[in-house]
């Protein structure tokens, strides 16, 4: 039940976020009562913050009379310099890829204990993929998790596999000790690959993007099956170092 005053120490501006973080990939749209309890707020309250929030463009009212995440805030994240430095560096070299192979292709990073998605390309197979641009998942069921986690710090692996892994599908690694064994061989293969860990009847298959020799991001494609790994491997390598080559090149440029 959302409060019906205001704690101590509430500020307007802890309110608004209270609002904007109700919203997550399972909860795109959201009514006013939901926003309401989600935030822990009252409906009064809700009704005056939701209104400046869709008034200045943060929020949108949808046909169905709720409310959905505003082009505003997408033009801000625009800004962030994960988007406007790696993923403008990267865009040509995952077209190339596209081009070469017609798979879905991802781009990520880690963001705490999952997966932020940069950027996708769609390929032409009918697969289920569910990860979109800017959306997260568990870093333990997909291909650039795994190289994520496999190059994190010590603290980030040994928190991730501290604590209970959940199942998404049959074919999740929830063990502690097989991820291990499965991080162990990322870092001597160079890749990572996942066999409908996430979805059903989609496998991943990941290397790391490495700037300076400091992994940065990490390079996915989605497949039907991993029988075409080594055709894919040498072009996703080839599409990592160039990556990795810009970035180093961007960041050592006094003129970006």
Known sequence: ??????????????????????????????????????????????????GELVVWGALRRTSSGGYAIGRRLWDLGLLAPAETTLREVASPFLQDLYAATRVTVHLAVREGDQVLYLDRLSGNASLPIISTMGSRLPIHTTGVGKVLLAHAPATVRAEVLGRPLPRVTPYTVISPARLQQQLDRVLSDGFATTGEEMTLGACSIAV?????????????????????????????????????????ATVHDPER
């Not at 409060?3 to 959201?30: C, D, K, M, W, Y």
């Not at 006013?32 to 913050?49: G, I, K, N």
């Not at 993007?209 to 390079?219: G, Q, S, T, Y």
């Open 208 to 248: 790391p993007v490495a700037a300076d020799d400091r992994p940065v991001a990490a390079l996915g494609v989605v497949v039907p099956h991993l029988r075409g790994k080594a055709r894919l491997l040498p072009a996703m390598r080839v599409a990592a170092h160039g990556i990795g080559r810009a970035l180093a």
């Open 1 to 50: 039940m959302p409060r019906t005053t205001a704690a101590p120490g509430v500020t307007v501006a802890s309110r608004l976020l209270g609002i904007l973080g109700s919203f997550n990939p399972e909860h795109r749209v959201l009514t006013l009562s939901e926003l309401a309890r989600r935030a822990d707020l009252t409906l009064p309250t809700a009704h005056r913050l939701v």
